[in-house]
């Protein structure tokens, strides 16, 4: 039947469709391009009816109606379309015997899903510049915005409730929206010059526990200490399970804060939460999403103006399970923006939320561009690889990066060795004191040891504070990019992440 003849002949007989669309689709949205196949659904009260899907006039898909939900009068229908390059704008028309359904203006491109708590709620009104931002945000009609509604619940929901259904950015809505989730979209479309669509689904405050599975949460068993999400999976099973049936590219993610109380598990929670992400965007979208769609992260900013050391170097260490970098063994196809050097104790929100979203952005970007879309970039800080105890000078040298010559160093702080007299024991606090850089070279920095006697030095770290130095002037960066070295903890003889809870 002709395309048009099937729109005409509806709305003369004014049917009124008990077809529609589940509320994750809207006019302005954006499918994943190929090769992913996109992934649309909803939907319908009569059973094994069937379900015809037009794009731009042309028959693409049909399928049936199906019963899964807990409402037996109610169907659901699933429909894959074919792997579409063409970036758009379509028309797509879906209509069964009960009525037809449009979505106007799509656009194919990359799907992100942004989540975690205040960081990545923080609005593009909040950040530094922000009415110049927020502006220069305008141009951008090919970025596409999907605010997810602030909705708990206590089992798994099929669908979504949505804040504001998807649309360009224009003045108004975009000032609410996540900076960074922006920002990370903006910056990495500049590169790659095809749609993006932002799903925005967080919320302040919030642990780790709420936004994973049961599943997931039993391979880390935990006390949770947080009264009002003590009921774990509460946001998994209303802001993030109802997803899994599209097709996305990937996930970034800011969280921890909430976390930086039991930083013990964290590791072990992480890692479980990302897989499971995975394993249930795959199997619920009929293996369109990647099983190791890439995931990236804010590893924590500075918190308070102090010396304190609290809760946020295990914090950070933990969300590399113990590793200090990523990629690594533990989490393949995982990106991290290191934000130790960019605090804000000055910040209209609480120095626990920088304004300087664009900079984390920028470093996010760089690790997308280089594992996700190719680019020969530098996209990490440099990173110890190894680690010598000189007994004639009483130090410690260390080699970054396998002597690759792009060392800054900017002044002697920032370093403290373990002095004791059995490994475990540099898990703790106590015997950890503060050490000067007396020499570097391009690739390497020797450390003061001389109050340690040499078979006692048992470990060594690097800005294992809340707060740990001021904004972009740690001591060590990459003298290219101006990335920063991340903190680190080597305890010799001992591998943390055997540790690992």
Known sequence: MDYNVIIITLLISGVQSSLRFSNSYSDHMVLQRAPERAILWGYADVIDDVVSVWMDGFLVAETNVYNETSDDSTGIWTVKLPAENDPGPHEILVNSSEGNVHLYDVLFGDVWLCSGQSNMQFSMSMVNNSEYEITHSLQYKNIRMLTTKQVPSSSAREDVEVLHPWIYPIKGIIDDFSALCFMFARDLQDHIDYPIGLIDSSWGGTPIEAWSSNSAIEKCPAKIKHPRWRRQSLLWNSMIY????????????????????????????????????????????????????????????????????????????????????????????????????????????????????????????????????????????????GYRISPHRQTMLITLNNDKKSLQV?????????????????????????????????????????????QHVLGVRYLWRES????????????????????FRKIFGMDETSVMK
């Open 410 to 454: 900017n002044h002697k702080d920032g370093f403290e060795i373990c002095c004791a007299s059995a490994a475990v024991d540099c898990l703790e606090e106590s015997p950890w004191y503060t050490v000067d850089i007396v020499r570097y070279r391009k690739s390497t920095v020797e450390i003061d040891i001389g109050d340690c006697y040499i």
């Open 468 to 487: 740990p130095c001021a904004f972009k002037h740690c001591a060590l960066y990459d003298s290219q990019t101006q990335l920063p070295v991340p903190p």
């Open 242 to 385: 109802p997803y899994t049936l599209m097709t996305i590219k990937g996930a970034i993610w800011y969280q921890g804060e909430g976390n930086r109380n039991n930083a013990g598990v964290y590791a072990c929670q992480f890692r479980a939460m990302i897989n499971d992400w995975r394993k249930h965007f795959n199997k619920r979208s009929d293996g369109e999403t990647s099983v190791n769609f890439p995931f990236g992260f804010v590893q924590l900013a500075p918190f308070r103006k102090s010396n304190t050391i609290g809760g946020f170097p295990k914090i950070r260490w933990a969300q590399t399970t113990n590793i200090g970098y990523v990629p690594n063994r533990n989490m393949p196809n995982t990106f991290m923006a290191v934000a130790i050097d960019l605090p804000d104790f000055w910040s209209p929100s609480g120095s626990i939320h920088p304004r300087h979203k664009q900079d984390i952005a920028a470093r996010l970007v760089l690790g997308a561009k280089h594992l996700i879309y190719g680019d020969e970039v530098v996209y990490q800080g440099p990173f110890p690889t």
